[in-house]
């Protein structure tokens, strides 16, 4: 497998996986019982950063490499809507996660996670789109 490949490969799981987040796993956020959400969320926070922490991780690698190696303006593309994908983390998805786990279920909370995610969502299809045609 090439690093193309393999950077492709790694956006497309982000891809998949963002993409039922967004649409499955943040809505149902909602569906879960009170007086559970606490502890069903902080099981949900420490699985989901199993999986999706080194796709995160390997996605820079690689398209780190793919930059240096060969310089190219849809890479540069890709590494900048990798790049708002990553501060939308931290800034905007992060802290919700947060006030979740310290607060327990919250619906304004659960909105503005899924309003927000569609950043990360729209970011993550742009790149692999933007990989697909580098």
């Known amino acids: ?27 149902g ?13 902080s099981r949900y926070t420490r699985a989901i950063t199993w999986i999706v922490g080194p796709l995160m991780l390997a996605q820079v ?3 780190g ?9 849809r890479l540069g593309l890709a590494a ?4 708002a994908a990553w501060v939308s983390t931290i800034a905007l998805s992060v802290p919700a996660h947060d006030a979740l786990q310290a607060g327990g ?3 304004d909370v659960i ?3 899924v309003a927000t995610n569609w950043i990360r969502t729209i970011a993550w299809t742009s790149a692999f789109l933007l990989l697909i045609g580098s």
């Open 61 to 63: 690698a690689l398209l």
């Open 105 to 107: 279920r919250d619906a």
């Open 1 to 27: 497998m090439t690093v193309d490949e393999a950077c492709r490969l790694v956006s497309f799981g982000l891809v998949i996986l963002i993409w039922m987040v967004q649409r499955i796993v943040y809505p």
């Open 65 to 73: 490499w793919l930059l240096f190696d060969r310089p190219n303006v």
């Open 111 to 113: 909105r503005r996670l």
């Open 80 to 83: 900048v809507a990798v790049g």
């Open 29 to 41: 956020f909602a569906a879960v019982v009170p007086e559970s959400f606490v502890s069903w969320h």
